[in-house]
């Protein structure tokens, strides 16, 4: 597997990957936003010539690092491609203290692997999505 920035060409399997894992639904014209904005924190994992999961992150200060998205290819969980991604992520930015992120309350499974991954929830956020869902606040300090 190897993980690699995102580039122009992954852009129709990573929207398919975003709308068959997220509830949320995104535009494409969100995708390249956030690719603009930090072309850095927006990587995929191509396994066999096939992208098999993303992640999406953005650097609200020097050092931090907020991940707006993270989702594996349905066939590719529970392979550490998830965990891959976010310690490649990780690795990118050497000068991050403090990473966090929003996940949807009942999303039990993405909090399980959060938790594994040394993240915390800090609190509750009531009406945070579109459909009115509430996320935790998980955070991870890293020094
Ligand atoms: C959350 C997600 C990214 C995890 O990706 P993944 O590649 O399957 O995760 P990993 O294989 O790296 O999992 C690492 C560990 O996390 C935990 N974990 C991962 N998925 C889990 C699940 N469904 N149930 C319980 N624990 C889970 C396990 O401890 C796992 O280790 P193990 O397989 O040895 O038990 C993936 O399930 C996904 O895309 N979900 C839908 C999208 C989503 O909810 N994204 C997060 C929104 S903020």
Known sequence: MVIRKFEYEDLDEVARIAATS??????????????????????????NG???????AVQPSLNELRILMLAVDKDYRRQ????????????????TRRVYLEVRTDNKEAIKFY?????????????????GSS???MEKILF
């Open 50 to 56: 096939k992208i098999a999961g993303f992640i999406v």
């Open 135 to 137: 996320a935790y606040l």
């Open 22 to 47: 997220l509830q949320e639904e995104y535009t494409i014209d969100f995708f390249l936003y956030l690719w603009q904005i930090n072309p850095n924190g927006f990587l995929v994992a191509e396994k």
């Open 80 to 95: 550490k491609i998830g965990t891959t991604l976010l310690r490649e992520l990780l690795f990118r930015f050497p000068g």
């Open 115 to 131: 938790e594994k991954n040394g993240f915390i929830i800090k609190k509750k956020i009531n009406d945070f999505y579109t459909d």
